[in-house]
């Protein structure tokens, strides 16, 4: 089941807990191409259930396979996520703005409409998630600061040159 454009209205009267399954056109999500991107659909897996007065807890995973450029090597790699959700929603405008201290507990998101769009809230996940640093492979050896060639594929001679090994001794060595 498709879920774009979805809006899950947060309304006690007509039900307690509701499921949600289907997926998400990674196009609606509107995140910034040059830090992600997405090939195929984002899986989507909630339930939305009242936790008490005007609160709503959502909770469940997002699937999805993430595109990304490499910090080292600059190459785009991919990466499959397993992303679990839970949030805090409450209907009604935010009290906090009228108190000067707000209370770390309070970590929920106020929704005057008591409508929740679904893509914002996956793109929200979505965001939270990004790499600080993507690395295509823990042991990337990224670019040549000198030439510029990708040390995953391919050798440059600069390397051999700037490198002080027990070898470049005995070049040394062998020359005088
Ligand atoms: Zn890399
Ligand atoms: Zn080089």
């Known amino acids: 089941m498709l879920l774009d454009g979805l809006v899950?209205?947060?309304?006690p009267k007509s039900y307690r807990e509701r499921h949600f399954s289907g997926h998400i056109s990674g196009g609606q999500l509107s995140l910034p191409p040059e830090e992600m991107m997405l090939p195929d659909p984002v899986a989507v897996e909630i339930t939305v259930a009242r936790a008490n007065n005007d609160q709503w807890r959502i909770s469940g995973t997002l699937v999805y396979k993430g595109q990304y450029v490499c910090s080292r090597c600059l190459e785009s790699f991919g990466r499959e996520q397993n992303s679990p959700i839970d949030r805090l929603f409450c209907v009604g405008s935010d009290p906090a703005r009228n108190h000067?201290?707000?209370?770390?507990?309070?970590?929920?998101?106020?929704?005057?409409?008591?409508e929740l769009a679904i893509q914002d809230?996956?793109?929200?996940?979505?965001?939270?998630?990004?790499?600080?640093?993507p690395v295509c492979s823990d042991d990337c050896c990224g670019l040549c600061p000198q030439c510029g060639c990708n040390r995953n594929h391919e050798r440059c001679q600069c390397e051999d040159n700037t490198r002080e090994g027990?070898?470049?001794?005995?070049?040394?060595?062998?020359?005088s």
């Open 8 to 11: 899950i209205p947060l309304d």
């Open 100 to 114: 000067k201290v707000r209370s770390l507990e309070d970590d929920q998101t106020f929704l005057p409409s008591g």
């Open 166 to 175: 027990p070898f470049s001794r005995l070049k040394e060595m062998k020359l």
């Open 121 to 133: 809230l996956v793109r929200e996940e979505l965001l939270l998630d990004l790499p600080m640093i």
